[in-house]
């Protein structure tokens, strides 16, 4: 089988190798999040593909990288054009695939990925630029000159998103790519491939491997051809792609998990703190910059717990294709039982439960109930390790020094949300925090412009804006002495 129908639009389950479709002897199953309907069967590549890819992509660069900023930006806005004239048909394919509610979908998600595309195009073209200083004389002229191949690994919980939050800037920098999407939610990625061709990006400069992380992903990282690794997922497989890269000193960009905090402080606007706190729920708490440690002063505990719950129950959870849903299904039924598992422990560990806890038996399926944590055992895992779930655990602090002992007292530093009514005292606080991203009396306002990425466990390097290209192209000092010239 090579071609599935999903919401009306053909997807091609094959890779896609120098601009064709390539299949692979064997393949692996997707399924919907929504109702367990299989979708299809899917390539599954591995050493032998991943070889194809990276080949075309090393064929291809020195054309790609040829065409300078400007050719590459006429081509790339042709893309970032296809995906908005394709995006109810992204929006649905994605929704069918990874269970996200298709209202966020084709309100922001999809026009963020051409978004993602048109403004590293622009950013290469009009803002990729430095000063040219003088040494004794003698210019310093800086340049971000495309490096090779990148090999890009991403994850499930916005499959497209973050996938092209890595091929924006890859291509705009005259990188030449291979994408190795998420299992569990293969289908966008390969729709996207096929934008790519429409909108004349030569063979070979884009690929798609489908398959495992171990087999094809591993695969990939290891390759000595592969210039970059840009990776999106979890602390262990970082580690075991630093491994492979190693080898080849292949430098790696990784943004990994988080257990961020959200404190709420004594002075803070309580309504504003529930809705902020209620937000952590967004993508069925699938998102790694989700504040899943609700810190809040004792004195103010109790009512913003009881604001927490009244916002907290006009949550919708259903089907994801609904408009009115706030809440979908989790992933998988691996991800799922995982979910559990932290929820069952944490309450024989003696935590309590506020709110939620348990499946949803009313809708079956992949439904966990949003769920409300509080007085977990200190250092459990219910306060340190990820859970990537609705599951929000809740605890106090009296001092200030306490709440940030508290925040900063995980392996992690992805961000942090803030929410207090005084600036002084946030911004006091904020000094102290170790994370890459603080919000104060907000949460995930995100601008292509500001570096992101994670402090500690939670990542290496910062993307965005020219951090990006500081990442995917090799950065070059070109020193022109007064002295020696002719003319
Ligand atoms: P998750 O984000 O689901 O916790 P991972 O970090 O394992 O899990 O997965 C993120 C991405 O990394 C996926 O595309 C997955 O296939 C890929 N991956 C998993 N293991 C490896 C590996 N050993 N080498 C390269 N990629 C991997």
Same mark, same amino acid.
């Given at each position: ?6 919401? /009306? ?41 991943? &070889? ?52 966020? $979908? ?34 310093? &002229?800086?340049? @971000? ?22 091929? /924006? ?127 809040? $002063? ?186 020696? @010239?002719?003319?």
């Amino acid at each position: 089988m090579s071609t599935i129908e999903v919401v /009306g639009a053909q997807v091609d389950t094959r890779h896609f190798i120098n601009g064709n479709r390539v299949a692979s002897a064997e393949t692996f199953l997707d399924t919907s999040p929504i109702d367990g309907t299989v979708l299809g069967e899917i390539a599954r590549g591995g050493q032998t593909e991943v &070889n194809l890819a990276v080949a075309a992509a090393k064929a291809a660069f020195p054309a790609w990288a040829g065409l300078g900023p400007q050719g590459r930006g006429v081509l790339l806005h042709k893309l970032a054009d296809l995906v908005e004239e394709n995006l109810e048909t992204l929006a649905q394919l994605e929704t069918f695939d990874n269970g996200s509610l298709l209202r966020s $979908h084709r309100r922001g998600v999809m026009p963020r990925v051409a978004l993602n595309i048109r403004f590293f195009a622009d950013w290469a073209m009009n803002e990729l630029k430095h000063e040219v200083f003088e040494t004794r004389g003698h210019s310093n &002229n800086i340049s @971000w000159d495309p490096s090779g191949v990148a090999a890009l690994i991403t994850p499930w919980n916005a499959p497209l998103m973050l996938a092209t939050w890595k091929i /924006g800037p890859a291509l705009a920098a005259g990188d030449t790519v291979v994408l190795k999407p998420a299992e569990w939610t293969p289908l966008s990625a390969s729709f996207f491939a096929d934008l790519t061709k429409q909108a004349g990006i030569p063979d070979g400069v884009f690929n798609v491997v489908q398959g495992f992380g171990k087999e094809a992903g591993a695969a990939l990282v290891a390759h000595p051809d592969i210039a970059r690794i840009s990776f999106t997922g979890s602390v262990p497989t970082a580690k075991t792609i630093a491994r492979a890269a190693a080898d080849n000193l292949t430098p790696c960009s990784f943004e990994l998990g988080g257990k961020s905090p959200c404190i709420v402080f004594e002075d803070a606007d309580l309504d504003l703190a529930a809705e902020l706190a209620v937000e952590q729920y967004d993508n069925a708490g699938q998102v790694c910059l989700s504040g899943t440690r609700i810190l809040v $002063h004792e004195a103010v505990a109790d009512e913003f717990a009881a604001r927490f719950r009244e916002r907290a129950a006009k949550l919708k959870q259903g089907d994801p294709r609904d408009p009115e849903t706030d809440i979908g299904p989790q992933i998988h039924q691996v991800h799922f039982d995982r979910i559990k598992g932290f929820v069952d422990r944490a309450v024989a560990g003696g935590a309590n439960i506020v709110m939620g806890g348990e499946p949803n038996s009313e809708l079956g399926g992949l439904f966990f109930r949003p769920t409300l944590v509080k007085d977990p055992q200190p250092g459990s895992e219910i306060v340190t390790a990820e859970i990537f779930g609705p599951v929000l655990c809740m605890q106090t602090f009296k001092t200030d020094d306490e709440a940030v002992a508290m925040a900063n007292g995980t392996e992690f530093g992805l961000a942090a949300v803030v929410v207090s009514g005084n600036r002084q005292h946030a911004e006091q606080i904020t000094k102290q925090l170790v994370a890459g991203t603080i919000w104060v009396n907000c949460f995930f306002v995100r601008d292509l412009r500001a570096p992101f990425g994670g402090s500690k466990k939670s990542g290496v390097g910062r993307e965005g804006g020219t951090w990006s290209f500081d990442f995917y192209a090799d950065v070059k000092n070109t020193v022109v002495s007064p002295n020696g @010239w002719k003319e």
